[in-house]
């Protein structure tokens, strides 16, 4: 009996040191080093002042922090290696590894792609439209869009912006007829719309808006929000600024990388980069509304800029030239019609829910902040 007991044990002790002598690892964890990190050149099509590129970096940032330094994105700002609207074929070639920008700047390969973007979007902000491209088969449709153009990139839309203003002019506008005549900058579908306003537009990317305003070759413009306008200058060149519009109702911006660079990385790599994609995404948001909401009062306190509400006649007018423009580029583009076409029935579904369950936040701001407000009680 003793002998019995005594073989099974020794036998044990000769496994456990073979094993260990052969590099078995047995409940212990094993560590297996980097085999070097992998480095990611990027461009942006933004300028180094504007939070935009700030956006970019915070997005690369998360990247090589979450992937403890094995992918390394460095950032450049636009016209470092190519022109601002020079960026998505430079990624799809392979100059570059990856980019960041917006959809709309596509607009010349092919209309659809200002869709994501570029007009009232069918009464959804931009948080909804994000949910159509991840859930209502808007992030199948980007795929295709892009092999219609043989482009050689993967896309992940993220970062809702706020509805954008109508511009920044000589003086407000106050009726559809002020557009006639004018040199205007604008992107994607809002070309067609401003054109069809009476508008002559000429679609600078932004680091060139301020210089053009300035030389009289554009007699006003619109870009983004009171931050990125504030950095770029805006209110050198103008004192009127015309808040509200659907020409870029809600808007978002795309993190772009080179296919083949993006499909050789590891599958761990590529979920931490999806992931971050996500969390950029919502802090993005919630920096917009901190930076944006400074500098709207330092325009009005500092740079003396006044505001005006763009006219409900221009913005209806904005609506039935949009559904015109819409109509004939579906009529023309197979892959256009299909786009509008899920984006209204998923705005028709959504909408409706947002319109039922959302209560007005006018009522509680008139409340707290408005004229007839009574100083709150603590």
Same mark, same amino acid.
């Given at each position: 009996?003793?002998?019995?007991v005594?073989?099974?044990?020794?036998?044990?002790?000769?496994?456990?040191?073979g094993a260990?002598?052969?590099?078995? #690892?047995?409940?212990?964890?094993?560590?297996?080093?980097?085999?070097?990190?992998?480095?990611m050149?990027?461009?942006?099509?933004?300028p180094?002042?504007?939070?935009?590129?700030?956006?970019?970096?915070d997005?690369?940032?998360?990247v090589?922090d979450?992937?403890?330094?094995d992918?390394?994105?460095?950032?450049?700002?636009?016209?470092a290696?190519?022109?601002?609207?020079?960026?998505?074929?430079?990624?799809?070639?392979?100059?570059?590894?990856?980019?960041?920008?917006?959809?709309?700047d596509h607009?010349?390969?092919q209309a659809a792609?200002?869709?994501?973007?570029?007009?009232?979007?069918?009464?959804?902000?931009a948080?909804?439209?994000?949910?159509?491209?991840?859930?209502?088969?808007?992030?199948?449709?980007l795929?295709?869009?892009?092999?219609?153009?043989?482009?050689?990139?993967?896309?992940?839309?993220y970062?809702?912006?706020?509805?954008?203003?109508?511009?920044?002019?000589?003086?407000p506008?106050?009726?559809?007829?002020?557009?006639?005549?004018?040199?205007?900058?604008?992107?994607?579908?809002?070309?067609?719309?401003?054109?069809?306003?009476?508008?002559?537009?000429?679609?600078?990317?932004a680091?060139?808006?301020?210089?053009a305003?300035?030389?009289g070759?554009?007699?006003a #413009?619109?870009?983004?929000?009171?931050?990125?306008?504030?950095?770029?200058?805006?209110?050198?060149v103008?004192?009127?600024?015309?808040?509200?519009?659907?020409?870029?109702?809600?808007?978002?911006?795309e993190?772009?990388?080179?296919?083949?660079k993006?499909?050789a990385?590891?599958?761990?790599?590529?979920?931490i980069?999806?992931?971050a994609?996500? #969390?950029?995404?919502?802090?993005?948001?919630?920096?917009?509304?901190?930076?944006?909401?400074?500098?709207?009062?330092e325009?009005?306190?500092?740079?003396?800029?006044?505001f005006?509400?763009?006219?409900?006649?221009?913005?209806?007018?904005?609506?039935?030239i949009?559904?015109?423009?819409?109509?004939?580029?579906? #009529?023309?583009?197979?892959?256009?019609?299909?786009?509008?076409?899920?984006?209204?029935?998923?705005?028709?579904?959504?909408?409706?829910?947002?319109?039922?369950?959302?209560?007005?936040?006018k009522?509680?701001?008139?409340?707290?902040?408005?004229?007839?407000?009574?100083p709150i009680?603590?």
């Open positions: 009996m003793t002998d019995k005594r073989t099974p044990r020794n036998t044990r002790r000769k496994v456990l040191k260990a002598v052969a590099g078995i #690892a047995i409940a212990t964890p094993t560590v297996i080093k980097a085999q070097g990190a992998i480095s050149r990027w461009q942006t099509t933004w180094s002042k504007d939070i935009f590129h700030e956006y970019a970096l997005y690369a940032k998360k090589n979450m992937t403890g330094g992918l390394k994105v460095e950032v450049l700002p636009a016209g290696v190519v022109p601002a609207f020079g960026l998505l074929e430079a990624v799809s070639k392979g100059r570059l590894d990856g980019g960041h920008g917006v959809l709309a607009y010349g390969k792609f200002a869709l994501w973007g570029s007009g009232p979007s069918y009464a959804m902000d948080n909804m439209l994000l949910a159509w491209h991840r859930y209502g088969g808007g992030k199948e449709l795929e295709k869009l892009y092999a219609s153009i043989g482009a050689n990139v993967v896309s992940f839309p970062g809702p912006m706020p509805t954008q203003p109508l511009g920044w002019y000589k003086k506008i106050a009726k559809v007829d002020d557009f006639k005549g004018l040199k205007f900058r604008t992107v994607g579908i809002s070309i067609d719309v401003f054109q069809s306003m009476g508008a002559a537009v000429n679609a600078l990317p680091d060139e808006i301020i210089a305003m300035d030389r070759l554009l007699d #413009a619109e870009f983004n929000n009171a931050t990125s306008d504030r950095v770029l200058g805006f209110a050198d103008s004192k009127v600024c015309m808040l509200q519009s659907y020409h870029q109702n809600a808007e978002q911006f993190i772009m990388f080179n296919k083949g993006y499909n990385l590891p599958d761990k790599m590529k979920a980069i999806a992931n994609v996500d #969390a950029a995404s919502q802090d993005m948001s919630w920096k917009a509304i901190d930076r944006y909401s400074q500098d709207y009062v325009l009005q306190t500092k740079d003396k800029v006044r005006y509400k763009t006219p409900d006649a221009v913005l209806k007018r904005q609506l039935e949009y559904d015109d423009v819409v109509a004939r580029k579906s #009529a023309e583009n197979a892959l256009f019609k299909e786009i509008v076409q899920s984006q209204i029935a998923f705005a028709r579904r959504t909408t409706q829910w947002e319109q039922d369950t959302v209560v007005s936040r009522m509680a701001f008139d409340h707290y902040f408005g004229p007839q407000a009574k009680r603590l």
